[in-house]
Structure formats: structure tokens, C-alpha cells
């Protein structure tokens, strides 16, 4: 197989952290941090307004973004801009992760229920 | 005219000896065998060992080079240790020359004369100095270097060398000249070395009737050569009867040499053997700077040490009234050689003491299966020690099954329990992991990528303190990635145990608790190992981490339990004595428990509870386990049931070397009789520092037989041409395939 390096892959999703970011350091110590994003919205599919929910796990490696990541508490909403990749290269295993190259806060507040 | 030609072994890896003619001006009756000559030797001058005087030579007389100098006025070694070189160049198939450099002190195979240098001069206060100190106050206002220095020299009554000062201001070379200008210092002769603290005779302890029969058993043999196997279990008191035996060989005017593993001449093991034994004691070992060595190699040869102790080298020591040799812990594996002239130093401590017609005792808790053999036959007298003294008992062993246990790095939930309780009781636990680094490899969690050794098959070890990633085959080194060169990943982890990763697990488990790690790389630095130890002695509430460093021959008497972290690397290695060294290493480590009044415990972690050699371990001891492994050997008629001498070729290209070892099989053809030749199959790690390995295994019932067809092989070997990209050596009782 040839890589192509200009080939598309990259998801543009927003919800909300489901749990803290997990952080650890590899042993080069680069910052690797880890979270689960809710996406709960409505879209448009053959016509008609439908609702998508999902969760996906968000890998996020480096600073600055490692650091953005590690201040997200549960129910804080973010945009997060990345590319996905296969979590487990294992036969059958198709879940995917999405490791994070933009990061945005839309607001602070997390929620409580 | 018949021309004296001396024949002179070269340093060098030519199996023969070089003729030349003695150097001009020359007494020829003052040239002994055994004396150190420099010669030309191509375009280098070295430093070559004077074997024989002869008239003839086969080559042109007058092609003959002269010697440049003679540098002794008498054999640089006894006549004794010239015989135990003999019989080891011939034994071990070796060049004389290199079997010569290997019984040497450094300094003494680089040509400096074979007596004491003279002391350095050293710096003294005089009685201005006193009085300029005394008025201390306008002294340290204008000039405070010079006050300091002074201050310092005030507590130094018997003067103190340069290098010692430099430390105490920053420029002394010129504080000393100003010092010396005001006529408050100066500079004149060392005194005599004084010898070390004196000796106050202590009460020796209490013996066990054990002890009392061991002692008993080797004093009533000082005056001729036997072998005596003291098996003492761990903490059974072998040092208690080296010293007792050690005290009657001196009071027969003798000396006595006693050779210890590197790991295992502690400076506890020195204290004690200074505390009780009279005058200087010459030590050699690796830490000691090449003049240290020296002057500890002229303290045993003048006689005015009475007790050496030494390192593998030491075999060779020269003594002037040899009465005893002692081997401690001797089936460790730091008494062979394993490169260069690969001989075993306990083999041939009773090669030595066969021929002076004195005794020698291999001590140990764990006997190699080879001296055990020899105990059976009763060729070695056998002596043990099967109690602990004080009426200790050995600590219970306990296996700790850890299949399907939640591990928390390498530690399983019910041993970090154990490690509670007894730091709770203030007591210390040691840890035993043979793994230094925080991991054994680096792998990409992402593709599975690992850190390969460029040169060698292996994997590089992660450091992660000196962030490095090492190979601990070859030495090489490289930072550690940031990305997996392979996919590119930065998702990179460190996969298994070292002693470095077990430690901060540790810290992040055990907060409050002082941790002691040891191994060679915490220990690197001068000075590091005795503080290590230092703290572990202050007693009190202490984790203790190593590697084998930590297994051999301390007494921690706070230790009440040891965990092996991991025994399943040992249980299933290639060589077949793998299972010898894995008991010895599980019993050594589990000697450090319970030492002391409080009983001890040992807890084993496996993978595997009922592997047959923990089994017998635990529940018989080692004489048990020995004697199976003995049967096992005879069965397959493995050493010591037969004879073994290894070939072994290395070349950058593997062809080279199988190719060296076609032909070496090739001419062993016709003499190989009796024996059997398995081969050439490649070194278990066949790549070690870019070099392709491989070899071929000679062995045979017989000792003789075999030694005889290595006479004629090797003669044939040296002869052929051989290609110069093979790198060959010869190992005669091989302790290790690779």
C-alpha cells in the first residue's frame, strides 16, 4: 500500500467532554492526553431533519493542545478539528479516534446532572 | 659463535614466542625467566615477558633484533605463579604473552618498575603559619583564600597532598605559593605510609559446632594441598570460618589469598576481614586506580601483606609464603573470564594450590553443580554449614501465583499487601528485579514498533531518567524517540520492568517510605554504593531495590522480606544452565531475608507455580534441587559429565564466519576421535555489535582425550592462513554459549 499524504481525513465535530482529560507523558515526554466527546445534534439526511448522537474518543498529543485539552472538565462544549485513525489495528476492530490538531473552547461551563 | 637468543612472549594473540638478541652492554647471567623485556615488535616497542634463554634459532642469527632493555633485575613474578602461567597458557590454549599481561598490574604491563613510587610531597603548616592564624581576623579580611587554606592545613597534622587541596579554594596551586612565600607553608616529603588502623584483637563470636568441625577440618590440613567445599547456607557464618582459618594459616607464618566476586567484596566484607585480621590488607579490585592495584600487587609480593583479597585477577597475585587460598561464593559467574584469555579463576585457585601443596576452600550456598560433583566423588572434602547462626532459621519461601492477577507495574496486589505490613512494622523489604532501566524495550502502542539495537539482536533498553535509550549488548546509544520512525506515532511506552520503573512505582505507592535502588546505574559514581548502603545499615522503615548487585553477600539486618519480582526470565533459558544459575540467584536473594533476630520471609512472583525446579527449591533446598540437576546432566551427559571447549568466529558477514568454522571443522576430521563435534550453528544472540556470531562445540568424555586432540587442533589452527575479516577465540570449559 502507498500513503498518500494529501489524502483527505479530517472531521470537524463539536460536542461536549464526557470526562476529564486523562494526561501522561510519553517517555520522550511528549504530553498525550485522552477524552471521550458527546455529540448530540440534529442533520439533514435524504431530505429530512433527523438527530445523530455519538461518542468518539479524542486523542490529543503536544503542547499547546495538550494543555487546552487538560483544562476541559465534564460538559464543557468544544469544537475539535482532527484526523481519525483506526484505535485498534486488530482483525475486525473498526472503532475509530480522533486525534485532535485544533482544539476550541466554546464555553466554560460545565454541567452537573 | 654461540650467540645467547632470549625467547620473549609478546602481548600479542600469536600463539608462539618471538627470538631476539639480548640487549647490548647486557649481563647474560643476570637474565632470569620471568623478566620483563622491551622489545621492537614491528613498529611499536612492547613490553614482552622473557620465557626462556636458548643458544640456537631457527631464523637467521643475524636477522635477530636486540632487546631494547631489560627492565627487571629479578622475574617480575615468584617461580610459583611463572608454573600456574605455564600450565594455564597450555591448559587454556592461549598466547603466553597475553596470559603474562593478564597476571599483571596494569602499570606493571605498560613497563613502570615493580617497586612502591616514591610518596608525593605534601604540604605542611609551619610555625609562622600558626601564629598568621592565630591573628585569624585581619588574616580572613584580606586575604580569606589564604586563611582558608591555611585553616584547612591547621587540621592536616600529617600534611596533605596538592590534589586534596584543590577542592578547598579555587586556585591552590597559587594560594600555596603565596602561603610558601610568607614562610607559612611548605612543601616537603610524605611520611611513611603508617599502616591502617591498628589492630585490636576482638573476641571472636560464639561458633555453632558446625563451624567449630569446618574449622577444624581445614587447620588440620594447612600443610598440604586438598580441596575443601564449604556449603553454608546463607548467613551459616562462611566468613566467620575464612577468618578463624585465616588466623591459624598467619600464625604459621603464611599468607593467605582470598578471591571474591566483583559484586561481592562489599566494604562490609573488607571492614570485618581489617577489624580482625593484623597488618596492611592488599586489595585489588576493578574500583581501584591502577596505582592503588600496584601497590596492593608489591604489599603481597614483599610479604607485608599477610591477607590478600582480590578479584578474578588476584588468582595470580604473587605471595611470599602462600598457606591458604579462599574462594568466596565460588560458583559465581565473575571468576570466568569471558573475553581474552578466558580462564576461571577458581579452577585455577586449585591448580595453584595443587602445586604449592596447600589447602583451598570454595565457599559457597550454592555450589556450582561442578564442585558439587566433585564433592560426591570425594575429590573435594565436604563441609556444611546447614544452620544459620544464632539459631536463625531460613526464611520460608513462598511462591506467589500471579496468573490472571491485576499486575500494577510488575507488582501484584497481594505482594504491595505484604510490603505494607512489614514497613508498617518498620522493617525493611528488598526488592529483587534483574533488570536495571526503566523498561527493556520501546514500543509504538500505535504499530507495535520496537526499539531494535542497530548492531545486535536485541532490543534497546529505555532510561528514562538520562532519557537514552541503551543497548546493553553493545553499549550503543541514542536519545529517546519522540515519534515512532516507523508510523510516526508519538504514542510510544516503555513495555515491561526495570529496576528504574519498579522505583517510581514505588515512590508513587509508598510516599513516605525511603527507597534505596542498586544497580549499576545508581551506583556509577564514586562513592554512590557506599552511601547506598550507609542509609540501608541507619535501619528503619526502607524499600530497597536491585538488580544481582543488591543479591550477593550484604548483611541487611533490618530486611525481614524479599520479593522477586520476576523469576519467569530464568526459568526457561536455552543454556542448560540456565536452571543451575536461576536456584543459585533465587537462594542468594532469598539469603538477605531474616538475617538478624527478626524471621524473615521470601515471597516469589511466577507466572509459572509449578515449574519443577521451584518446586524442589522451596520445598527441598538447593542440596536437593543440586542433586537432581546432577542426574539430569548425567543423563544427557552434559559437563560435568563430559568435557566442553567452544570455537567460537565472529566476521561482519556471516558467511565468513561459518566459513572459518567449515574449515576449522574440516582439519578437526581426522583427530577427532572420541569426541564430538556439534556445528557450526550460530551464537543464540547470532548479532552482537555488528558482527555476525557463530560456533563450534567440542566435547568429550574424557578430559584428556579431549585436551589431547586440542593440542594437535589447535597447533593445526594457528598454522592455517585464516581470513583476517574472523575474529576467532577458543573457550575452554565454556560457562556461556554466546
Redesign the interface.
Known sequence: MTLVPSAHNCLIITGQAAVPCEMRA?????P?GRFLLDHHSRQVEAGFSREVRCRIPV?V??EPLARTAGQLLPGMQVRVQGFV?RDN?REGEYRLVLHATHIDVLNTESFED | MSGLILRIAVPSPLYRTFDYLPPPGCDPAALRPGMRVRVPFGRRQVIGFLVELGTDTPLDIASLKPALAILDTEPVLPADVLVLIQWAQRYYHHPLGEVFTAALPVLLRQGEPAAHPAPAPVWRMTAAGHTALADSASLLRRAPAQWRLLDYLAHCPDGAEPETLRPVVSNSTAVLRALRDKGWAEQNAAPQVSSSAPHVSQPPPVLTLAQTEAIAAITSALDRFQVFLLEGVTGSGKTEVYLQVIEAVLAHGRQALVLTPEIGLTPQLLARFQERLPGPLAVSHSGLSDAERLKAWLLAREGRARVVVGTRSAVFAPLQAPGILIIDEEHDLSFKQQDGFRYHARDLAVIRGQQLGIPVVLGSATPALESCHNAQRCRYGLLPLPERVGGGSKPPIQILDVRRQPMREGLSQPLLERIRAHLDRNEQVLLFLNRRGFAPMLLCHECGWLSQCRHCDARMTLHLRSQRLICHHCGDQRPVDSLCPLCGSVDLRGFGQGTERLEIALRQEFPETGIARMDRDSTRRRGSLETLLAEIQAGGRRLLIGTQMLAKGHHFPDVTLVGIIDADQGLYGIDFRASERMAQLILQVAGRAGRAKKPGTVIIQTHHPDHPLLRTLVSRGYTAFAAEALAERQAALLPPFAHQALLRAEAVDPERATGFLQMALALAGPLADGLELLGPAPAPMERRAGRYRAHLLIQAIQRQVLHRFLDRWTTLLWAERTDRQVRWSLDIDPVELY
Do not use: E, H, N, Q
Open positions: 510519553s517517555p520522550a515526554g511528549v498525550i486523542i498529543c503536544g485513525r489495528p
